[in-house]
């Protein structure tokens, strides 16, 4: 049954504390992306990784870091320099499809909360 | 640059009611052309796509129409549903094979 996984679903921690939010793909996709979702908004592109070993800054990028040692795996950290960490950070994939139209496929979400 | 501007909502309908969601775009050349869903608290799910002019995507009662003359992808149901109920996202594929988004058109279904 392929996917993508994002846990936990809900996290919570205590400003100025890092946490690493963790995103698996079985799909065999080369391509990786986080984006962040603030209520009532759009998606805003944090980073993304093409290819296992390279990532790029999205539009919003600053207090956050990003690894790609894995094809599945793309764990993002939201850093104490980030100055507005709570949201809901989406996870997605995309590989080559049939037509080649790129899609996008998406995790479940995590919601955080720091406080 | 590429962009793609969806109508705002909150979008209120009652159920049965026809749907449109205006989706118009800006782009270099004849990117593919997505719809993706959100529904409360989760993440977001392909509802059609149509990758080049005059392609109709459709799935779920769902349709939309690649319009290279007017630029649009609009999104139409003919008979809306409660579940129907979320958000609906507009997106093209751009020149670096990133997807550019709309921002977002809120539908809620009454029954």
């Known amino acids: 049954d392929g996917g993508i996984t994002q846990s936990p679903k809900y996290l919570f921690r205590k400003e100025g504390q890092n946490v690493t939010l963790s995103c698996e793909q079985n799909l065999n996709h080369d391509a990786m992306y986080w984006y962040r979702q603030d209520p009532g908004q759009g998606l805003r592109l944090i980073y993304y990784?093409?290819?296992?070993?390279?990532?790029q800054k999205g539009d919003i990028a600053e207090g956050y870091s990003v690894s790609r040692e894995k094809k599945e795996s793309f764990p993002l950290t939201v850093t104490s320099a980030q100055k507005n960490p709570t949201a809901f950070y989406l996870c997605a994939s995309s590989g080559v499809a049939s037509g080649g139209a790129y899609e996008q496929y998406f995790g479940p979400g995590t919601r955080l909360t720091v406080t | 640059g590429d962009s793609v501007t969806q109508m705002e909502g909150p979008v209120t309908l009652s159920e049965e009611a026809f749907l449109t969601i205006n989706c118009t775009y800006t782009a270099t050349g004849y990117p593919s052309l997505f719809w993706y869903v959100q529904y409360p608290g989760e993440g977001l799910q392909l509802l059609l796509k149509?990758?080049?002019a005059d392609d109709k995507g459709s799935n779920k009662g769902f349709e939309a129409t690649y319009r290279k003359e007017t630029t649009s992808f609009h999104l139409e149901k003919g008979s809306v549903q409660v579940s129907d109920s979320a958000v609906y996202f507009c997106?093209?594929?751009?020149?670096?094979?990133?997807?550019?988004w709309g921002a977002g058109t809120k539908l809620i279904i009454k029954p």
């Open positions: 149509a990758t080049k």
């Open positions: 990784s093409q290819i296992v070993n390279d990532f």
């Open positions: 997106a093209l594929l751009g020149s670096n094979y990133q997807l550019i």
